[in-house]
């Protein structure tokens, strides 16, 4: 098993920056990929980034791509996830999630991920 926890969401304005953190603990080593979700109110959870541990790829959906940046620090297992020149559509609820299995679909689909974290609220106001 894998715990996920997250942190460093909050309130910011518009154009402001963010860094979400989330801590992976338990059988860390089996763990293929990780990626950030979110789900903005009303909404679907949608897919933002994510890195493949095995080939070092990263993805990034296009709404997010130039202005969120996704990375890890090997050492502490951990994954950060740096929101820059935030939007007001941007406001969600964040999740980690990891995949513990070789990835049963894309890296941007929600069904490769095995474990997920309880989420963390980014609010962006005008």
């Known amino acids: 098993q894998v715990q996920l926890v997250e942190s460093g969401g909050g309130l910011v304005q518009a154009g402001g920056s963010l860094r979400l953190s989330c801590e992976a603990s338990?059988?860390?080593?089996?763990?293929?990929?990780m990626g950030w979700f979110r789900r903005a109110p009303g909404k679907e959870r949608d897919f933002v980034a994510a890195?493949?541990?095995?080939?070092?790829?990263?993805d990034y959906t296009d709404s997010v791509s130039g202005r969120f940046t996704i990375s890890r620090d090997n050492t502490k297992n951990i994954i950060y996830l740096q929101m820059n020149s935030l939007k007001l559509e941007d406001t969600a609820v964040y999740y980690c999630?990891?995949?513990?299995?070789?990835?049963?679909?894309?890296?941007?689909?929600?069904?490769?991920?095995?474990?997920w974290g309880q989420g963390t609220q980014v609010t962006v106001s005008s």
């Open positions: 999630a990891a995949a513990g299995t070789p990835l049963r679909a894309a890296m941007t689909s929600a069904r490769s991920y095995d474990y």
């Open positions: 338990g059988r860390t080593f089996r763990l293929y990929a």
């Open positions: 890195f493949s541990w095995s080939s070092g790829r990263t």
